[in-house]
Each structure stands twice: as C-alpha cells, then as structure tokens.
C-alpha cells in the first residue's frame, strides 16, 4: 500500500510542476484540466502525507522501544499506538478519497425545474425548489445564475434553468435531480384536503465548447417575439429564440434576455450540457433508463423524494432516509439529506471495488 501510495504522490507533485510550465500556461484548455485534476488530488494526497508520517512515527517507535526501559518505554508504546490508531482511521479515509473520482467534479451545474403533475400547486411548488436551492447555494457560497424562468399564475414557475456555479456545487447537486412530491393543503383548497402533486429537477453538468462540438449544420435556429412579462426591447423585437438540433431533436428557447444573441449563448449553453448527458447516457447503453429515473412522467406516484406538510417530514425514497425538519429543508438546510445520500453512493461504491 505504502508504494502505491508513494506513486499517487509522484504522480501529484509532477502535476503540481507541470502547472507552472510555459507549455501548460499558454493552452487554456490544457490547464482548465491539469488545474481541475490538481484539485481533486490535493485532498487525497493530504491524507496521504498524514498516513505516510503516522506510519514512520509508527515504526521509528518500535524501533527505539527494543533498547527502551522505564518511563522512556511506556512514552514509547503510548506513541506507536496514537500513530497504529491515526493510520487505521486514514485507511479508512484513504479508502473513500481512492474511490475513482466522479468525472464531473469541479463542474458547475445546470437545473431544470418544472411544475409537473398537480396543476398550479405544482408550479408553486416548482418556485419552491427554486428557492430552496437558491438558498442551499448562498449558504454554501456559490453563485446561481438564471437562464430561463417562466413564471406560472399564482406566482410559482412553470420552468425554471439556472446555472450554479462554485466549489462542490456538482458534489453536493448530482443526486437531486428525479421527481419530488408535495403533500399538503394548497392554497386554492377551500376544503381542507391534503392534495399530492409534484415537480420535477433535471441535474446536468454544464458543458464547455470543447466537451462537446455542435456542427453549425446540424442546427435549426429560429427566432421569435418573446411573450410574458418584459420591460421595452424584450415583447417588441424579435430577440426570442428556438435552437433545434436536428441529429438529436433537442429543442432549447430562451426569451428572457433583450438580445437575441445573449438569448442564443444562453441556449447554446444548456444544448451542449442536455447534449453532453445524452451522449454519456447512450455510451453507457442505459440512456432512457437514466432519463426516467430523473424526470420520469412527473406522475404522484413517481418521486425520489416526498416533502410532507402534515407529518413536518421530508423522506428520500432512494435510501429510505427521513428527517423531520421540512421547513429548515425548504429553507436550504439540505446538507443532511445530502450527506445521507453521498454516505450511501459511496458506501455502494466500496462495496463493488471489495468484490473485484
């Protein structure tokens, strides 16, 4: 282990070198990518150096415990197991940080939520989920940038597409997006019946130029007066516009923009992510498997997640979790469901790398 270990640390410090070449500096992409692995290897290699000293001090204990007596003795043996009790916790640390790292770490992440089934109370609960990860991404210090919202009547959302951008943010996103279910009493209930309805949220990691080449050919662009709410310049030009990639038969709009051509990056931006997961899907021949599990039909009786007003519960079906603080959840205290649901992915994760 101490070798593989030590080759893990060789291979660190020459990226650490490389970052600093002329050759690397002067190729964005190139240092976009040495940068992002440097990242993700600082944390296991810290650990490494952790286990690595506990282990020397380990054996330059028991050394010196062969011509030790007395008080020097007992100082020694107290030494050597600190250092035996540090490493077998590194171990275990090291084993999860060993993982094979997820290969859209660092990535920002685009979210599409949408009122699905349940009428106007599930667009109001859709404009929920906005908020609660508007909320969940200022606590944890990240930027969200709105590309597309399309309000609903009663002040919810029909369809809402934000970027979040920030350390972790694709970490602690990746695992939400799939139906969520609502059960309360909603507002335009005159009778007091607790009604079920959902949303669903799409999680994608964003894109970049070079992930993903878009044939100028293969697109059909086409532009539009943009409807809804919108000062002067948005609902009195054509600077609405539908991108259609035909090979796919993807279709992205954005309206929400005065110019059409930040209207056109927008869409452009969400094709290349909603086209890069594509591709990844049918790479690994389960493409409409993985879609389902996502956004399904939007159906009550799909979900990922129910957040109950009655019982103040919010349950994640996919580990059988629960906790009993809806409004906090709500409010952008997601780590705790968060955390249950990485400990279970990594935990599943072991488990396949023990059976090989």
């Not at 993982?99 to 109370?121: F, K, N, Q």
Request: proline share 4%; glycine share 8%.
């Amino acid at each position: 282990m101490i070798e593989r270990l030590a080759t893990i640390e060789a291979e660190f410090v020459a990226l650490e070198a490389s970052l600093a070449t002329p050759e690397v500096l002067g190729d964005p992409h190139r240092l976009r990518d040495l940068s992002r692995r440097y990242k993700q290897m600082t944390p296991l290699v810290e650990c490494i150096r952790r286990y690595r000293g506990a282990h020397d001090t380990s054996g330059a204990a028991r050394e010196l415990l062969e011509a030790a007596s007395g008080g020097e003795r007992t100082a020694l043996e107290a030494e050597m197991r600190g250092a035996e009790e540090a490493m077998v916790a590194l171990e275990a640390e090291l084993k999860v940080l060993l993982l094979p790292p997820d290969p859209h770490a660092g990535r920002s992440v685009i979210m599409e939520i949408r009122g699905a089934e349940g009428g106007e109370e599930a667009n109001l609960f859709a404009g929920e989920l906005v908020e609660m990860y508007r909320a969940y991404a200022a606590r944890h210090g990240w930027s969200v940038e709105t590309l597309a919202y399309d309000p609903s009547p009663m002040g919810g959302v029909n369809q809402a597409t934000l970027v979040v951008k920030g350390e972790g943010a694709w970490t602690h996103l990746r695992f939400e997006g799939g139906p969520h279910r609502v059960q309360r009493v909603p507002t335009t209930e005159s009778q007091g019946r607790i009604h079920t309805s959902s949303a669903t949220v799409t999680v994608m990691p964003e894109a970049e130029e070079v992930d993903v080449h878009i044939d100028d050919k293969d697109l059909q662009i086409d532009v539009f007066r943009a409807g809804g709410p919108g000062g002067q310049g948005v609902n009195t030009t054509d600077s609405a516009v539908r991108i259609t990639h035909k090979p796919s038969g993807l279709v992205v709009s954005m309206q929400d923009e005065r110019s059409q051509l930040q209207n056109r990056l927008r869409a452009m931006q969400v094709l290349r992510a909603r086209l890069m997961k594509l591709r990844q899907d049918e790479a690994e021949a389960k493409a409409s498997a993985e879609r389902r599990a996502q956004v399904g039909s939007g159906g009550r009786g799909e979900k990922i997640r129910t957040y109950n007003f009655k019982d103040n519960r919010v349950t994640d079906h996919r580990i059988g979790f629960t906790i009993h603080q809806l409004e906090d959840v709500l409010a952008g205290h997601l780590d705790p469901v968060v955390d249950a649901l990485t400990l279970e992915h990594q935990a599943e994760q072991l488990a396949r790398a023990g059976a090989q």
